[in-house]
């Protein structure tokens, strides 16, 4: 195996690790598979930079759907971009608050699974993550717990 494809393979484990990690909220976990932490959410240009910043968001994500989850579907290595993309299944179960623009959703109970899919840029030469951007359509998620109605529906 040449280095580039033993690079490539590294950084697949990298990122199944990773998203494994974060289903069971191994959070010291994920944070040691980046170089630089940093979350670029492209369906909300949302972007959280720094440990601080990510760990922030793993709460907030966490709040609502503590059992968050993902399912891998297909992952393949582009050593041109040094970036791995992975096409994934999310799931989880409303059992927090959800809170929306306008208005906060108490727990419903009710389960969501919508695909999306995520790049992961990595530092030249290594298997160290330096910016992991999912890219997902938000309303899959409320149109699949029954929550796009008008607030207070």
């Given amino acids: 195996m040449s280095t580039a494809d033993t690079l490539d393979a590294a950084r697949i484990d990298t990122v199944l690790r990773h998203m494994a990690l974060e289903c069971v909220g191994d959070w010291d976990g994920v944070i ?3 170089a630089h932490p ?5 369906g909300s240009g949302t ?4 440990e ?5 968001y793993f709460r907030a994500s966490r709040t609502p759907f503590p059992d968050q989850a993902n399912e891998v579907i297909a992952i393949a290595a582009d050593r041109q971009h040094a970036a791995v993309l992975v096409e994934f299944w999310l799931t989880g179960t409303h059992l927090g608050p959800l809170r ?6 108490e727990p419903t109970g009710r389960a969501f699974r919508v695909r999306m899919a995520a ?4 530092e030249a ?7 992991e951007r999912p890219y997902y359509d938000q309303a899959a998620v409320l149109h699949a717990l029954d929550l796009t109605g008008a607030p207070g529906d």
């Fill in 32 to 34: 040691a598979t980046f």
């Fill in 38 to 42: 940093r979350y670029e959410m492209y």
């Fill in 47 to 50: 972007v959280f930079d720094g």
């Fill in 52 to 56: 601080e910043a990510v760990r922030g």
């Fill in 100 to 105: 929306l623009p306008g208005r906060t959703v």
């Fill in 119 to 122: 790049s992961f840029e990595f």
């Fill in 125 to 131: 030469g290594t298997d160290k993550i330096v910016c």
